[in-house]
């Protein structure tokens, strides 16, 4: 069981770590357009980092939470 | 009665001959959560309430740096988006998680109100949760103002001449709010504490109720509806899927926070004539789009002291729902009060739809 949701984590975060590598290609295009006038933001690569990160920790949380719930699940039944 | 194994075990027993954990547990593991083909509803009070508590973290961080002065406003909103690490991020969870918090509870709110979830014994259930929805609007007014740019200023000067023409507490109660004729530094001030002081006291409180309340009554089963399956231990098989949804909804939250980040226009000039199509938040956008249609004058009366009696007496009577809905309170359907609730979705949807297009 630890192994099989060892593995899943890792193809996770491969998947995640794919999907922030995509954003940060696309994001060099657009970089040093400003959002609004008055305020530059951090550039759209800085933005899509963040959100890469924050996807990759609470995905990775959800996805041990739902192991776990599904662990539950089988235990009231 | 299991007791946790692994490193956190030593810390449970501990605490748990300090604390009733024991009994809380075993309380909670006896607790369900009925499961049929309305039972996804369920989710959105826990998600109106993680949104809640992410507005309590970022708003005492931003508090930090926050100056609520007309001359440092405007400043300190700017140097936390463009000077302080990542306080671009923390101010933009903050407004879109205000944003996603009353969104979440409007939908809360009205399947409780399809599913007559306010049916006897849960009549303070209800009213515990329409009075935050008043103090969780009244958040949204009063955060409006804080970054003292020209949409605040201007959408709150006008936003406060509305209640005014109210009878007997109208006028007191908007110079209460403003501290003045004009919108300045004592505004600022009110707002602010309001904001940070008054709402949340206020709100955790009225959270605390309405929460105990549900640990104790439990959830509602809509009329006529039938378990589809065993119901669900609330502590842990219910508790998972509510953890996991506040995780999609943190994801949400930071796609949005990210894609869109949340700006802020030029400083408030009050001497400046008010810009053009000025618009509250969409959340305020029916009443505007309402007070927009209503002519100046009908039958002689006043068109915004009409709207505003009106909505007055509304909001009062939605308060008062499970005291008047007398068929569901005999445990039968009530399909009058369902065609309100869906009239009044259609309703709101139309208002902000049409105010946000014209």
């Given at each position: 069981?630890?192994?099989?949701?060892?593995?899943?984590?890792?193809?996770?975060?491969?998947?995640s770590a794919g999907i922030a590598q995509d954003s940060l290609k696309r994001a060099n295009a657009i970089q040093t357009q400003p959002i609004e006038k008055?305020v530059n933001f951090p550039v759209f690569e800085d933005r899509m980092t963040v959100l890469a990160i924050g996807i990759?920790?609470?995905?990775?949380?959800?996805?041990?939470?739902?192991?776990?719930?599904?662990?539950?699940?089988?235990?009231?039944? | 009665?299991?007791?946790?194994?692994?490193?956190?075990?030593?810390?449970?027993?501990?605490?748990?001959?300090?604390?009733?954990?024991?009994?809380?547990?075993?309380?909670?593991?006896?607790?369900?959560?009925?499961?049929?083909?309305?039972?996804?509803?369920?989710?959105?009070?826990?998600?109106?309430?993680?949104?809640?508590?992410?507005?309590?973290?970022?708003?005492?961080?931003?508090?930090?740096?926050?100056?609520?002065?007309?001359?440092?406003?405007?400043?300190?909103?700017?140097?936390?988006?463009?000077?302080?690490?990542?306080?671009w991020l923390?101010?933009?969870?903050?407004?879109?998680?205000?944003?996603?918090?009353?969104?979440?509870?409007?939908?809360?709110?009205?399947?409780?109100?399809?599913?007559?979830?306010?049916?006897?014994?849960?009549?303070?259930?209800?009213?515990?949760?329409?009075?935050?929805?008043?103090?969780?609007?009244?958040?949204?007014?009063?955060?409006?103002?804080?970054?003292?740019?020209?949409?605040?200023?201007?959408?709150?000067?006008?936003?406060?001449?509305?209640?005014?023409?109210?009878?007997?507490?109208?006028?007191?109660?908007?110079?209460?709010?403003?501290?003045?004729?004009?919108?300045?530094?004592?505004?600022?001030?009110?707002?602010?504490?309001?904001?940070?002081?008054?709402?949340?006291?206020?709100?955790?409180?009225?959270?605390?109720?309405?929460?105990?309340?549900?640990?104790?009554?439990?959830?509602?089963?809509?009329?006529?509806?039938?378990?589809?399956?065993?119901?669900?231990?609330?502590?842990?098989?219910?508790?998972?899927?509510?953890?996991?949804?506040?995780?999609?909804?943190?994801?949400?939250?930071?796609t949005l926070a990210t894609m869109y980040p949340?700006s802020?226009?030029?400083?408030?000039?009050?001497?400046?004539?008010?810009?053009?199509?000025?618009?509250?938040?969409?959340?305020?956008?029916?009443?505007?789009?309402?007070?927009?249609?209503?002519?100046?004058?009908?039958?002689?009366?006043?068109?915004?002291?009409?709207?505003?009696?009106?909505?007055?007496?509304?909001?009062?009577?939605?308060?008062?729902?499970?005291?008047?809905?007398?068929?569901?309170?005999?445990?039968?359907?009530?399909?009058?009060?369902?065609?309100?609730?869906?009239?009044?979705?259609?309703?709101?949807?139309?208002?902000?739809?049409?105010?946000?297009?014209?």
């Amino acid at each position: 069981m630890v192994k099989r949701v060892g593995l899943l984590l890792i193809l996770f975060l491969n998947l995640s770590a794919g999907i922030a590598q995509d954003s940060l290609k696309r994001a060099n295009a657009i970089q040093t357009q400003p959002i609004e006038k008055g305020v530059n933001f951090p550039v759209f690569e800085d933005r899509m980092t963040v959100l890469a990160i924050g996807i990759i920790a609470v995905g990775g949380l959800a996805f041990l939470l739902s192991t776990k719930r599904r662990r539950a699940d089988r235990w009231s039944e | 009665m299991n007791l946790p194994s692994g490193y956190s075990a030593k810390v449970y027993v501990w605490l748990n001959e300090r604390l009733p954990l024991d009994a809380v547990k075993e309380y909670l593991s006896k607790k369900t959560v009925p499961q049929h083909k309305h039972s996804m509803w369920y989710y959105f009070g826990g998600l109106t309430l993680f949104f809640f508590v992410v507005q309590l973290v970022t708003g005492i961080l931003l508090s930090l740096y926050y100056k609520p002065t007309p001359e440092h406003a405007y400043e300190s909103v700017k140097l936390i988006i463009t000077q302080v690490e990542y306080g671009w991020l923390i101010r933009s969870l903050h407004s879109w998680s205000a944003n996603l918090m009353i969104a979440m509870l409007f939908i809360h709110m009205f399947s409780a109100f399809l599913m007559k979830a306010y049916r006897k014994p849960r009549e303070l259930m209800w009213v515990t949760g329409v009075l935050l929805l008043f103090l969780v609007l009244g958040f949204g007014f009063t955060g409006y103002l804080l970054p003292w740019d020209t949409m605040a200023y201007f959408a709150t000067l006008i936003g406060t001449e509305v209640p005014k023409t109210m009878p007997l507490i109208g006028s007191y109660g908007v110079g209460l709010l403003k501290g003045g004729e004009e919108i300045g530094a004592e505004t600022l001030t009110r707002m602010y504490s309001i904001h940070i002081i008054i709402l949340p006291l206020l709100t955790i409180v009225i959270i605390s109720l309405h929460v105990i309340l549900n640990q104790v009554l439990g959830s509602s089963i809509p009329v006529g509806i039938k378990e589809a399956r065993k119901p669900l231990t609330f502590f842990p098989n219910f508790l998972y899927r509510d953890l996991i949804s506040w995780c999609l909804g943190f994801i949400a939250l930071l796609t949005l926070a990210t894609m869109y980040p949340w700006s802020i226009g030029d400083k408030a000039d009050p001497l400046a004539s008010a810009p053009v199509g000025i618009k509250p938040e969409w959340y305020f956008l029916p009443l505007y789009q309402t007070l927009r249609i209503v002519p100046s004058s009908v039958v002689g009366i006043n068109g915004e002291l009409l709207v505003n009696g009106v909505v007055g007496l509304a909001s009062l009577l939605w308060l008062m729902i499970p005291f008047v809905d007398f068929r569901s309170r005999k445990e039968q359907k009530s399909s009058i009060f369902t065609a309100i609730g869906i009239l009044l979705i259609l309703y709101l949807v139309a208002m902000i739809i049409l105010a946000s297009t014209t």
